[in-house]
T-cell receptor, first 115, second 111 residues
Framework: ETGVTQTPRHLVMGMTNKKSLKCEQHLGHNAMYWYKQSAKKPLELMFVYNFKEQTENNSVPSRFSPECPNSSHLFLHLHTLQPEDSALYLC??????????????FGSGTRLTVV | GENVEQHPSTLSVQEGDSAVIKCTYS??????FPWYKQELGKRPQLIID?????GEKKDQRIAVTLNKTAKHFSLHITETQPEDSAVYFC??????????FGAGTTVTVRA
């Protein structure tokens, strides 16, 4: 797999568990994103990081906690999730933010099931 | 913010026929409109995009048209093949750099 790599590919967790999703890119991109993909719904933007600084928190519940230690890595820490949080979580990256930014590269996603 | 609506939600076509997916957007400041294809179990991949200063763009069997006045854009796939079966997403990028997606169209090409 090249481009944007996400691990794990699948995750099943109980509502009291704590887990983390990982995203990694070595494309030299400066911006990274977390999206939630639920069936029959548009991709929902969750968080945006630019040069490892968070620039957007799209009213996401605090049980989702992002972390961006550097421009190449992005994490999504999960705790006390609800069954409705079950979805495909997609990471994406792009060269830059703003109108000069054309094209996102997506990872393959983590299929999360909360039981 | 930008609101992108996509129709139809499902589309079934006979192999060799054309498929058309339409999207509308709300923010007149949006200036970039990509289309992504997502095959089952795989990542969304950019297949074609168009900028607001262009009305039409073509790449082999796929083309995108943009009507800025009406704020809608469309994806056209000609001579469809079984490998075109996938979910297609349109999106719009507004000046606040956020990419807003449509809900997706599941395209099935019948052999």
């Amino acid at each position: 797999e090249t481009g944007v790599t996400q691990t794990p590919r699948h995750l099943v967790m109980g509502m009291t568990n704590k887990k983390s999703l990982k995203c990694e890119q070595h494309l030299g991109h400066n911006a990274m994103y977390w999206y939630k993909q639920s069936a029959k719904k548009p991709l929902e933007l969750m968080f945006v990081y630019n040069f490892k600084e968070q620039t957007e928190n799209n009213s996401v519940p605090s049980r989702f906690s992002p972390e961006c230690p550097n421009s190449s890595h992005l994490f999504l820490h999960l705790h006390t999730l609800q069954p409705e949080d079950s979805a495909l979580y997609l990471c994406a990256s792009s060269q830059d933010l703003g109108v000069g930014n054309y094209g996102y590269t997506f990872g393959s996603g983590t299929r999360l099931t909360v039981v | 913010g930008e609101n992108v609506e996509q129709h139809p939600s499902t589309l079934s076509v006979q192999e060799g026929d054309s498929a058309v997916i339409k999207c509308t957007y709300s923010d007149s400041a949006s200036n970039y409109f990509p289309w992504y294809k997502q095959e089952l179990g795989k990542r969304p991949q950019l297949i074609i995009d168009i900028r607001s200063n262009v009305g039409e763009k073509k790449d082999q069997r796929i083309a995108v048209t943009l009507n800025k006045t009406a704020k809608h854009f469309s994806l056209h796939i000609t001579e469809t093949q079984p490998e075109d079966s996938a979910v297609y997403f349109c999106a719009g990028l507004s000046n606040d750099y956020k990419l807003s997606f449509g809900a997706g169209t599941t395209v099935t090409v019948r052999a």
